[in-house]
């Protein structure tokens, strides 16, 4: 039997979970409200969060797991990307654990553990499996020919689609968190009112910034034009009313084009490469319009599709457990040396 402790603190969500033969028991999350008042994450408030709350959030993950400290079998944490206040507080408690408790030390990617998250449940990919990972950080096309042998096919070249969901919600006056609302107030909405523009990136990559711009002059002239060369002509009571009576509209539109975006690509690979079984994760994997679009471009193409629990879709401490577990048993583990890293993908 394999027991894994497993600690996530990349960002702003402070997690553990348990692990006992590739079977998640628990995975519990505290998450930081303080960052709702600045619009976004706050660094070294995220990190003196986790300072607080790592104790407490270890300590209910083993007991909801009916697990103590002297039958943990290995000490897993987040090593890389994320922001490294944060990273230092889960590598530092994983460490002194690990050194504490004489067990073995396993660092995770946390990019890594968004894929395999996709092996938690019962019903699993069957390798090799495509997996297009979308987050407020990243959005990657991953070829996945093992638990341990992942590639990259494609990936942002500027900014990533959970960003663009937050920062066009901040243009819209919606307050941090924006992506969650964009998707609510889509489901009232018609994604064919208004057209954004699509990119034109070659291969599997993909682009948003430009995106971002055309949703930001097209709100500036309230809806008249999305002319980077034209003036702005709306007033900024007119900006404000053309916003508030056709929210649900933009919301629908504009997450129909990010989503669009999304899945051209990654049926372009499936296709390409002949796979058949394909995975979302990542943040954005919550969005109920990619859930759903996802699901119906694999039933269109006879595709098997898969989409994790949401509890593990955003950031947890379940996703770097599954991934611990089979770095464990290919007894990958990692010296009390290793530091953590803020970019980089294993």
């Known amino acids: ?33 303080v960052h709702a008042q600045y619009g976004g994450v706050v660094p070294e408030l995220a990190s003196r969060a986790h300072l607080q709350n790592i104790v407490p959030v270890v300590d209910v993950a083993l007991k909801k797991a009916g697990k103590e400290l002297k039958d943990v079998d290995a000490i897993a944490f987040t090593q890389a990307p994320g922001l490294i206040g944060s990273l230092l507080v889960g590598a530092t408690f994983a460490k002194s654990l690990s050194l504490a408790l004489n067990k073995p030390l396993i660092s995770v990617n946390h990019m890594q553990a968004h894929v395999l998250a996709n092996l938690i449940p019962d019903r ?142 990654f049926a372009k690979a499936a296709k390409d490469l002949g796979v058949k079984d394909l995975c979302i994760a990542g943040g954005v994997s919550a969005n109920s319009g990619l859930r759903q679009a996802f699901t119906e471009m694999g039933q269109k193409n006879g595709w098997n599709t898969f989409i994790p629990e949401f509890q593990y879709c955003t950031d947890n401490a379940g996703m770097i457990a599954i991934t611990a577990y089979y770095k464990y048993l290919n007894k990958e583990f990692a010296p009390l040396t290793v530091q953590p890293a803020a970019r980089g993908f294993e």
């Open 124 to 265: 699993k990919p069957e390798f090799p499996f495509l997996c297009l990972t979308v987050s407020g950080g990243h959005t990657q096309i991953v070829l996945c020919k093992s638990p341990l042998d992942l590639e990259v096919i494609g990936e942002t070249i500027d900014d990533a689609a959970g960003e663009a969901f937050d920062k066009c919600a901040k243009l819209l006056g919606l307050p941090y968190p924006g992506g969650p609302l964009i998707d609510k107030y889509a489901r009232e909405g018609d994604p064919a009112r208004f057209q954004f523009p699509e990119p034109k990136i070659p291969n599997y990559n993909f682009s948003f910034s430009g995106l971002k711009t055309a949703v930001l002059y097209f709100l500036m002239n309230a809806g008249k034009s999305q002319i980077y060369k034209e003036a702005f002509t709306a007033t900024e009571e007119e900006r404000k009313k053309f916003i508030e009576e056709n929210l649900y509209d933009i919301c629908a539109s504009l997450q129909n084009r990010i989503i669009t975006i999304l899945l051209k690509k």
């Open 1 to 33: 039997m394999s027991v894994i402790l497993a600690i996530e603190s990349s960002c702003d969500e402070t997690s553990a979970a348990v692990c006992v033969d590739g079977k998640i028991l628990s995975n519990n999350i505290a998450t930081q409200a």
